[in-house]
């Protein structure tokens, strides 16, 4: 690997994530926090279930960022050429089109990427964090890492606090707990994010959206014909769809069922 390699913005921001994930275990682990308190006692098991948990995180976070996040191929494969064959057989109110800038013909509900030069199925948004796009296939991996990332962010705000001892004066307070002080405040603040960022996407994901569908849906052709959504069917099988791939089927097929439901109630 060339040494400048090492420079391209996803080492960076992912070797960044990484290193502010395990220097803020540490400072956890060496204040007077419960953490240090539960390690006195001997009580080593919370201590490595946090450990575990930081770890479990940490593993999510760096398979969203590397993972393919469902990029659609420039040629074809075989099976690929046949489901564009079936897809073709449905009868459609709007025709898929081809991407301006790879030239690929984009299946619906996907989007070119600027930022990764491809374009991604189902195209959530492209994350500035993980470097990286999220799509059909990494999406959700991406829920699961947001939610055991709060539930770590929760804790280690919990041990912050705890660690915290305010007493005059406030310049040796401040040389003594300045850097957990520290700690707590980002720690609230990323608990704040990802609050938001879990809690979004699971409404998104609840009503079968995409979070580039909620905020440009007066832009995209096949949602500006329609006053609906046409790919909520319901929330139970939506999660099921999400989490477990089932029922299967293309977007296209129910663009279709959909569309056809629509003119039979007209």
Known sequence: MAPWALLRPGVLVRTGHT??????????????TALRQWEEQGELLVPLTFLLLVLGSLLLYLAVSLMDPGYVN????????????QTAMVPQAIPLRRCRYCMVLQPLRARHCRECRRCVR???????????????????VFVAYLALQLVVLLWGLYLAWSGLRFFRPWGLWLRSSGLLFATFLLLSLFSLVASLLLASHLYLVASNTTT???ISSHRIAYLRQRPGNPFDRGLTRNLAHF??????GSW???????????SQDV
């Open 19 to 32: 290193v502010l994930t395990w220097g803020i275990t540490l400072v956890l682990f060496l204040h007077d």
């Open 74 to 85: 420039v040629l074809p494969q075989p099976q690929e050429e046949a489901k564009e064959e």
């Open 122 to 140: 189902r195209y959530d948004h492209h994350c500035p964090w993980m470097e990286n796009c999220v799509g059909e296939r990494n999406h959700p």
């Open 212 to 214: 580039w569908e909620f």
């Open 243 to 248: 989490f477990c791939g089932w029922p299967s």
């Open 252 to 262: 296209e097929t129910l663009w279709a069922e959909d569309e056809e439901g629509s």
